[in-house]
């Protein structure tokens, strides 16, 4: 479903991915794992062409994003093709980034309606039944800024999931929560993992690595370190970058 190849990018003087190569097959979960810095947020951000890689090529479900062409020459999309492909990956950020002033019904309808030009009430059943599936249909007439941060992530979830994505990216989807919120989001997004979504997760959550991901990624420096199943990297890593990153957060 994602297949990264050999994707380099800089800002300015610092080469911050090295040659990426990375591949998520459909209904899997995919953890990547890796020190700050590393290059996970960026590598993500050029998934959905938030930011352009300088050489190398990302595929989601066969499509070349944010170019056109064969390998040898590629011409960057215009705005508007970009956006369409990005409806199809969905991106759950580490500060929820809701729309503060609509309310959680309308932060999932928004999207349907105006990028998919889905009538607005077929949107709106289906937000709810969304909101049903991450626990939160008590919650549809409130504001962001009402709930916790915990239900507040659910809603982004939900509202990545209105778009019917081919994939779904999470980059570190509870870095920002109080510890005892942490748990009802990994709950939501193991519940995906369950029924089949294909996910990209950033995260430092290794119990949840361990328990819910197919395969396990480590980066480090702007390269994949290592990658397997989480068995084999977290439990006998075999290079000394990960056992090394293990020892602190294990
Ligand atoms: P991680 O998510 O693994 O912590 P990032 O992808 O956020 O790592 O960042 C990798 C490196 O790239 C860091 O040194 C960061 O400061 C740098 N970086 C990220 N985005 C930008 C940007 N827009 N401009 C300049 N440097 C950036
Ligand atoms: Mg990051």
Redesign the pocket.
């Known amino acids: 479903m994602v297949d990264v190849h050999a994707v380099h990018k800089s800002?300015?003087p610092?080469e911050?991915l090295r040659g990426v190569d990375l591949k998520v097959r459909t209904g899997e979960v995919t953890v990547v794992l890796?020190p700050?810095?590393?290059?996970?947020?960026?590598?993500l951000r050029t998934i959905n062409h938030l930011e352009k890689v300088d050489r190398g090529w990302i595929r989601v479900d066969g499509e070349l994003i944010g170019y056109r062409g064969a390998r040898g020459k590629l011409h960057e999309l215009k705005e508007k093709e970009v956006l369409k492909q990005r409806t199809r990956i969905g991106f759950v950020f580490q500060n929820f980034n809701l729309f503060p002033h609509l309310t959680v019904l309308d932060n999932l309808v928004e999207a349907p309606v105006s990028a998919l030009r889905r009538p607005k009430e077929e949107a709106r059943a289906a937000a709810r039944r969304l909101l049903e599936r991450v626990g939160l249909s008590d919650k549809a007439d409130a504001y962001p800024r009402q709930l916790s941060g915990g239900q507040q992530q659910r809603v982004a979830i939900a509202r990545a999931l209105a778009l019917e994505p081919r994939v779904l990216l999470f980059d570190e989807p509870t870095s920002a929560l109080d510890p005892e919120l942490v748990g009802e989001v990994l709950d939501v997004i193991k519940d995906l993992a369950r029924a089949g979504t294909t996910m990209l997760v950033?995260t430092h959550e290794i119990g949840f690595a361990r328990e819910v991901a197919d395969t396990v990624v480590f980066?480090d420096g702007g390269v994949v370190v290592e990658q397997g199943p989480p068995g084999a990297v977290l439990d006998s890593p075999r290079h000394t970058r990960t056992q090394a990153f293990l020892a602190k957060v294990l």
């Open positions: 800002f300015g610092l911050v890796g700050s810095g590393s290059g996970k947020s960026t590598l950033v980066m």
